[in-house]
């Protein structure tokens, strides 16, 4: 039996908007990472936080069983992890960290938790002198204080700049190694690197769910290729491409293939492109590839100059039709 199971659906309306619903059915095994991947308006902060407890739903939310859907959100037991951190800017690091043992007890140290996290030197300290990496390992150990059953983590790492997205994301995948945990993120590199199996969210519902590898070599609609990066061709746009597919793919079908798959050979491959573009990424180089009207990208250490003619290819193990 999974860990959290939750089957809810819930209609939210703001003053002047439409209203949205939310209808998702989840489940996270014991010590598994669920992420809930997608667009911002996609329904993931609402879903996260109606498993919470904080909104009404129709539906159930059950912890080995256990039904939790009447409960309050503190006795639920869930780690809640805010986006914006959520600290008590009148409260010292060490009083945050210890604020959830009024309601459970023989919880960890305080102190052992933020040295665990690499601040341990805060203790003393107030939120808003504070940055934002700081903030966030505060937050977190405030919500591994009171020893929860699963972990709740509402976009942690979003408001950060990209080395300290980049350090927490590595401790983050650390902590979450052996605790059950559902994540909400619109990040796909996030969602790769700390993931054990990712939900793939859109309009209040979720449309795939698998394995990292699963959802982004094998997406199951043109929809999901493109948001997580895969390039996404018409076969009835690009013959070239489908005759590489040997009947595999009809002509009103798509395909998806991800750029780090598509080779530039110089003068030979599988078909000729033109060079669009090349717009230089850390390491590397991202080239938009133009040919039979259509236009793919990949990666290159090397990259051609624009307007070239190069030759490219394309491993059938890495097409899929969608």
Same mark, same amino acid.
């Given at each position: 039996m999974?860990?959290? !199971?939750a089957? &809810?659906?819930? @209609?939210?309306?703001?003053?002047g908007?439409?209203?949205f619903t939310?209808?998702a059915?989840l489940?996270?095994d014991?010590?598994?990472t %669920?992420? &809930?991947l997608?667009?911002?308006g996609?329904g993931k902060?609402?879903?996260l936080e109606?498993?919470?407890? *904080?909104?009404?739903h129709?539906?159930?939310?059950?912890r080995?069983?256990?039904p939790l859907?009447d409960r309050?959100?503190e006795?639920? =037991?869930?780690g809640?992890? *805010? !986006?914006?951190?959520?600290l008590f800017?009148?409260? @010292?690091?060490r009083?945050n960290v210890e604020?959830?043992a009024?309601?459970?007890e023989?919880t960890?140290d305080?102190?052992a938790?933020l040295?665990?996290?690499?601040?341990?030197? $805060?203790?003393?300290r107030y939120p808003p002198?504070?940055? =934002?990496?700081?903030? !966030?390992?505060?937050?977190?150990?405030?919500?591994?204080?009171v020893?929860?059953?699963?972990?709740l %983590?509402d976009?942690p790492?979003?408001? $950060?700049d990209v080395p300290?997205?980049q350090s927490?994301?590595?401790d983050l995948?650390d902590i979450l190694?052996? &605790?059950?945990? #559902?994540?909400?993120?619109?990040?796909?590199?996030?969602?790769?690197a700390i993931?054990d199996?990712i939900?793939?969210m859109r309009? =209040?519902?979720?449309? !795939?769910?698998?394995?990292?590898?699963e959802? *982004?070599e094998?997406?199951?609609?043109?929809t999901?290729?493109? *948001? @997580?990066?895969?390039?996404?061709?018409?076969?009835s746009?690009?013959p070239?491409l489908?005759?590489l597919?040997n009947?595999?793919?009809?002509?009103?079908?798509?395909?998806?293939v991800?750029?780090?798959?598509?080779?530039?050979?110089g003068?030979?491959?599988?078909?000729e492109a033109t060079?669009e573009r090349v717009?230089?990424?850390?390491?590397t180089?991202?080239v938009t #590839?133009?040919f039979?009207?259509? @236009?793919?990208?990949?990666?290159?250490?090397e990259?051609p100059?624009?307007?070239?003619?190069? =030759?490219v290819?394309f491993?059938?193990?890495?097409l899929? &039709?969608?």
């Amino acid at each position: 039996m999974s860990l959290l !199971q939750a089957d &809810v659906a819930s @209609t939210f309306t703001a003053d002047g908007a439409e209203a949205f619903t939310v209808d998702a059915s989840l489940e996270v095994d014991s010590g598994e990472t %669920l992420v &809930v991947l997608g667009p911002s308006g996609s329904g993931k902060t609402l879903l996260l936080e109606t498993i919470a407890g *904080f909104h009404d739903h129709e539906g159930v939310v059950t912890r080995d069983g256990d039904p939790l859907h009447d409960r309050p959100p503190e006795q639920r =037991g869930f780690g809640f992890v *805010f !986006q914006d951190y959520a600290l008590f800017p009148h409260m @010292t690091v060490r009083e945050n960290v210890e604020y959830g043992a009024r309601y459970h007890e023989g919880t960890p140290d305080a102190a052992a938790l933020l040295t665990d996290l690499g601040v341990g030197d $805060l203790l003393d300290r107030y939120p808003p002198t504070l940055s =934002g990496g700081e903030r !966030q390992r505060v937050a977190l150990a405030r919500s591994l204080a009171v020893e929860p059953d699963v972990m709740l %983590l509402d976009e942690p790492l979003a408001a $950060l700049d990209v080395p300290t997205r980049q350090s927490l994301r590595d401790d983050l995948a650390d902590i979450l190694a052996d &605790v059950t945990a #559902l994540y909400v993120t619109h990040n796909r590199t996030t969602a790769r690197a700390i993931a054990d199996r990712i939900a793939v969210m859109r309009d =209040g519902r979720v449309v !795939q769910r698998g394995s990292p590898e699963e959802i *982004f070599e094998r997406p199951e609609s043109p929809t999901v290729a493109n *948001f @997580t990066g895969s390039n996404v061709v018409d076969l009835s746009a690009a013959p070239s491409l489908a005759a590489l597919l040997n009947g595999d793919g009809s002509l009103d079908s798509h395909v998806a293939v991800r750029p780090e798959a598509v080779r530039l050979n110089g003068g030979s491959g599988d078909l000729e492109a033109t060079v669009e573009r090349v717009v230089r990424e850390d390491a590397t180089s991202r080239v938009t #590839l133009a040919f039979d009207g259509v @236009t793919v990208e990949a990666f290159a250490d090397e990259p051609p100059d624009e307007g070239a003619t190069v =030759g490219v290819s394309f491993p059938r193990d890495r097409l899929h &039709v969608c």
